[in-house]
């Protein structure tokens, strides 16, 4: 199975600020990565896909990168909605694997 | 407005079985490859499975902690899919959520607000 490990596992940060949060798999998946929100007692909420066919279903602010092992998601200008924990997920191959999280704290 | 609804959870013993229903509204299920994932109290995600639409076979694809004990299913001309527990245990204990694939690139691009399922004597 693919592992994908994120860190930090939290982060603090003011208003207007850029956020980085980095996910790296356990073997070559490609650029097949894709990014979540979560609110504390809410379902995920879909950020950002950056496999072959992008997708974004978040605010411009969010940008994924990354291809073979090392991914990044960023936030520009963090806004107070921006709260929560982050995951990415690999659909490289089954059985598709979240990372473990990255909680974002708004300042 | 795009929604899923899960629905189905409870309070169930070890041993025992629960189905859960996921219904679409606002899309046409049957489009889409369907999955679920759990999420256990104080935990991140976990994925257990997914089902490709019927242009693209209908097929399965489970994660090892619950082939043979779980199985996905859908009912297209209800708009509905469904997760089918067998032999639950104590560590089954979580939120579980339905999400549409996304663009048939097995991410998930609309979640339902999910379902809780209590395994417990």
């Known amino acids: 199975d693919i592992q994908m490990t994120q860190s930090p596992s939290f982060v603090s940060a003011s208003v207007g600020d850029r956020v980085t949060i980095s996910c790296q798999a356990s073997q070559d998946i490609d650029n097949s990565v894709s990014w979540y929100q979560q609110k504390p007692g809410k379902a995920p909420k879909f950020v950002i896909y950056?496999?072959?066919s992008f997708r974004s279903g978040a605010a411009s602010r969010f940008s994924g990168s990354g291809s073979g092992t090392d991914f990044t998601l960023t936030i520009n200008d963090l806004q107070p909605e921006d709260f929560g924990t982050y995951y990415c997920q690999q659909s490289e191959s089954f059985p598709l694997t979240f990372g473990g999280g990255t909680r974002v704290e708004i300042k | 407005d795009e929604q899923l609804v899960e629905s189905g959870g409870g309070l169930v013993q070890p041993g025992r079985s629960l189905r859960l229903s996921c219904t679409a509204s606002g899309f046409i299920l049957g489009q889409h490859a369907m999955g679920w994932v759990r999420q256990a109290p104080g935990k991140g995600l976990e994925w257990l499975g997914f089902?490709?639409?019927?242009?693209?076979?209908?097929?399965?694809e489970y994660a090892a902690s619950v082939r043979g004990r779980f199985s996905i299913s859908r009912e297209d001309s209800k708009n509905i899919a469904y997760l089918q527990m067998n032999s639950l245990r104590g560590d089954d204990t979580a939120v579980y959520y339905c999400a549409r694939d996304g663009h048939k690139n097995w991410y998930f691009d609309l979640w339902g607000r999910g379902t809780l399922v209590m395994v417990s004597s």
């Open positions: 089902i490709r639409s019927r242009p693209y076979g209908g097929t399965t």
């Open positions: 950056i496999g072959p």
